[in-house]
Nanobody, 123 residues
Framework: QVPPVESGGGLVQPGGSLRLRCTSSDRTFTMYNMGWFRQAPGKGREFVANINWSGSSIYYADSVKGRFTISRDSSENTVYLQMNNLKPEDTAVYYC????????????????WGQGTQVTVSS
């Protein structure tokens, strides 16, 4: 399976918004549950959000609940992460990955990681 590719990161002021995209040329991508993780400088990779293959089941980390929205468009083979009301502590490299085991919060449950996209929240 071809690893997905993330895009949409950038520099934004506190309170601003960004929309991240995770896409793959592999059509089997639509069959998998997908997750977004992030890694801040000097820290480990942490869970952000997860969406099942149909979009009917979604989970968020407490730190982003109410501000971030994960969604997917199977026709475009893409998973999105809409990030609103961004805070400086959201600064990190954001990754998407394919879920291969059942513990959606665990990094070890994912495979085929993308290269990541940098999100910087600063005034």
């Amino acid at each position: 399976q071809v690893p997905p590719v993330e895009s949409g990161g950038g520099l934004v002021q506190p309170g601003g918004s960004l929309r991240l995209r995770c896409t793959s040329s592999d059509r089997t991508f639509t069959m998998y549950n997908m997750g977004w993780f992030r890694q801040a400088p000097g820290k480990g990779r942490e869970f952000v959000a997860n969406i099942n293959w149909s979009g009917s089941s979604i989970y968020y980390a407490d730190s982003v609940k109410g501000r971030f929205t994960i969604s997917r468009d199977s026709s475009e083979n893409t998973v999105y992460l809409q990030m609103n009301n961004l805070k400086p502590e959201d600064t990190a490299v954001y990754y998407c990955a394919v879920m291969i085991r059942s513990d959606y919060r665990s990094e070890s449950s994912y495979s085929h990681w993308g290269q990541g996209t940098q999100v910087t929240v600063s005034s």
